[in-house]
């Protein structure tokens, strides 16, 4: 016979629940840091992109009297996207930082609020037979951080791993390649931000009512 676990309870949202300081502190400096390191990356395609400011810069000089090159006119172009990129990669060890961090949180918790104690309630729920609306969206949010957790660590690694390469000893086809892999990572961090966003106000407006100020406030 198969446990039966009922986190939810009926009439009452299973998101509405106590946030300890050390848990909302970490979560909005997450979601800053992860939101500038999506700004810089945004800001490097547009405003401080090299090839189009390139053009930019050797018409202003041109203007001015002064011809450059096209490579001289690029690598003063690039100088402020290699600003941009200095300031994401510190942005990234903050990331790293609070991945580590969040480790160590976890030993601070209370029982119901440790990452074990979650993990063990959606896996007894997973092996019921059937499921209730409100628990099936109770794995899917659960299971959503799972893979919010990877994919922080993915990038992370790889983020690392771009920034250490050649002190590491890595060949440049080995960083190539690491960066395609941090390339294909940032766009899932774009889907999983969306999708958070858009779900959490969702759901404050649906019927999770104060589930934002609750990671503000502490909740109930």
Known sequence: MKQTVTPVIPGKSPFMKKHSASIRIW???????????????????????????????????????????????????????????????????????????????????????????????????????????????????KFGYALFYLLVLYMATTGLLLAFGSDLGLERPARHLIKEFHGFGQYLMYTFVVIHLCGVIYADIKHSKGIISGMVNGGE
């Not at 060890?93 to 993990?119: A, D, N, Y």
């Open 27 to 141: 979560h909005w400096m997450t979601f800053l840091i992860i939101s500038f390191l999506i700004l810089t990356v945004l800001f490097e395609s547009t405003l401080f992109n090299s090839r189009k400011n390139s053009t930019m810069v050797q018409s202003v000089l041109k203007e001015k009297g002064v011809v450059v090159t096209e490579d001289q006119a690029w690598a003063v172009a690039h100088e402020y996207g290699d600003k941009l990129w200095d300031l994401h990669k510190f942005l990234g060890f903050g990331l790293s930082f609070l991945l580590l961090s969040r480790v160590v949180i976890e030993f601070t918790l209370s029982p119901e609020e440790k990452l074990r104690s979650k993990i063990k309630s959606s896996l007894s729920l997973y092996g019921q037979d059937t499921l209730n609306n409100d628990n099936k969206h109770y794995l899917v949010v």
